[in-house]
């Protein structure tokens, strides 16, 4: 069995971190499916899927992380041709737009302390819809 479901949601971009946790759960019990995998896709290459502890102190050491690691004001070749969002497509690729996650006996297979959420790297506000794909039995 195949299920999709969408997740639309606002950002404000410059690392914005969303937990979708709630959302994704959500969507694989609708599903219907009790075991199989959870796939979580972002479109776009200014934004990525993970998991990580979503505290405070965490998504800061993530956002400080990145910004050391592709830093917005660097020289993008990117950038040359009028944009500013080089720094965008450099964490986007760098993090990856997508996260699955094994669905056992109805539930997500996170660890205690895992939560699934969407950064939005770009340089404005975005409205992103993100797609739950669930596929088992």
Known sequence: ?????GISLKTRGDNDVHDITGEVAAAATESGVRNG??????PGSTAGITAIEYEPGMIHDLQD???????TDAPYRH???GDSNGHAHVRS???????????????????????????DFDDRPRTRQVTVQTVGE
Do not use: K, Y
């Open 65 to 71: 992380f990145l910004e050391r690691t592709a830093p």
């Open 37 to 42: 995998i959870v796939t979580v896709f972002v």
């Open 1 to 5: 069995m195949v299920s999709t479901h």
């Open 79 to 81: 950038n040359h041709g």
């Open 93 to 119: 690729a760098f993090i990856g737009p997508s996260l699955s996650v094994p669905l056992i006996d109805g539930r997500l297979g996170l660890g205690t302390w895992q939560q699934i959420v969407l950064i």
